[in-house]
Structure formats: C-alpha cells, structure tokens
C-alpha cells in the first residue's frame, strides 16, 4: 500500500508542475503575441511615414513659395525645416512621432499665415502646393488613425494580466520582455522625411 505522504508529496509534485506549466504557457503565448502586434505597429508607423514623406516633399517648394513674402516670419520656415531635419535623424518610432507633433504645430502656424494674407493666395503655385498639401491631409489622418488604434492595442496588451507580470513592472522585478509602450501620435498630427536642402538666405 501507497504511504500517504508519497501521494501527497506526488500530488503536490503535480501541483506544482502544473503551475509551471501554466506560469510557461502564459509566457510565451503572451510573449509571442506581444511581439505580433510589436510588429504591426512598426508596420503601421511605417504607413504613417510613407504618407509623410509625401507631405514633406511639398515642404521645399512651399517655403521658396512664401520667403519672398517681407511679411512672412523667416523663423518659422527656418524652423520647420530644421524639424524636417530632426524627423530624417530620428532613430526611434517614438522619437519620429514626437518631432512629428512638432512639426505639425509648426505647420499649422504656417497654414494660418496662408489663410491670413491674400496676397499669398495669389500666388498659383503657391495655391496649388496648398491643395496638394490638404490632399495629403487626409492620407495622414487616416494613416495615423490605424497607427493609433494599433498603439492602444498592442500598450494594452502590455498593461493587462498575465503580461504585466513579464514587461509593465515585470514577474518579480524583471523585465524579460523587454518591449516598450509606443506613443500615439496626436489628434493633429504630421511628420517625417527625407530632407532636401532648402535656403533660405538666398
């Protein structure tokens, strides 16, 4: 006959291992689906900067348009490009989106001047950069919005049990995961590009 405590060492032996078990499973089904939607957001921020680039393309051609205005602040032209600059530097999609909100900022100052003076409105290539530049608009909130919703889902993900236990805080003072949360990018977003040279002294 079987003593009772090599049954009761046994069952918890299984307990045990069962705990493990479960403890391994929810690591690595978690961690694998962390990285997936890791990967998306990459994916998605990629799709953002590509609809970027297609708005600061225009940039070049809309600061020529308007330095010639003595009206116009130089500075804040002198600023968006370097922030232009800033966005092709940066390493990180954290670091593209918070040059991109400020950019964005710096742009709806320069869309406020378009609308303020007439005489800018005169100018046709100036107009018809503008209309190129709403278009593109609507590209960006689209693009960001998708961003945006995969950047909640997958910070989410990273805040609720049983993660939290492997990354936010992480299983008893680890951070085995090693994942970051990403920022969202702002209700009125834009950014990103590559750089051409742009003078404006001359």
Do not use: H
Request: without cysteine; negative net charge.
């Amino acid at each position: 006959m079987v003593d009772k405590a090599v049954i009761a060492a046994i069952a918890g032996i299984a307990i045990i291992a069962i705990i493990i078990g479960a403890l391994y499973g929810m690591y690595f089904s978690g961690y694998n689906a962390a990285q997936a939607k890791d990967e998306n957001v990459k994916k998605l921020a990629g799709d953002v900067d590509v609809q970027l680039q297609r708005r600061y393309d225009l940039i070049p051609n809309l600061v020529n348009s308007v330095k010639g205005y003595i009206q116009f602040e130089s500075s804040l032209l002198q600023n968006i490009t370097k922030l232009r600059t800033d966005w092709q530097r940066a390493p990180t999609v954290n670091d593209r989106v918070e040059t991109s909100n400020q950019i964005e900022q710096a742009l709806s100052k320069l869309i406020f001047t378009y609308e303020q003076y007439p005489d800018l409105k005169t100018d046709q290539t100036l107009v018809r950069l503008m209309d190129e530049l709403a278009g593109t608009e609507n590209r960006i909130a689209v693009a960001r919005t998708y961003y945006n919703d995969g950047v909640r889902d997958f910070n989410t993900n990273l805040r609720t049990f049983p993660n939290n236990m492997f990354n936010e805080g992480g299983f008893l003072g680890a951070k085995p995961w090693g994942l970051e949360q990403y920022p969202a990018y702002e209700a009125t977003a834009q950014a990103q590009t590559t750089v051409p040279q742009v003078n404006l002294t001359s």
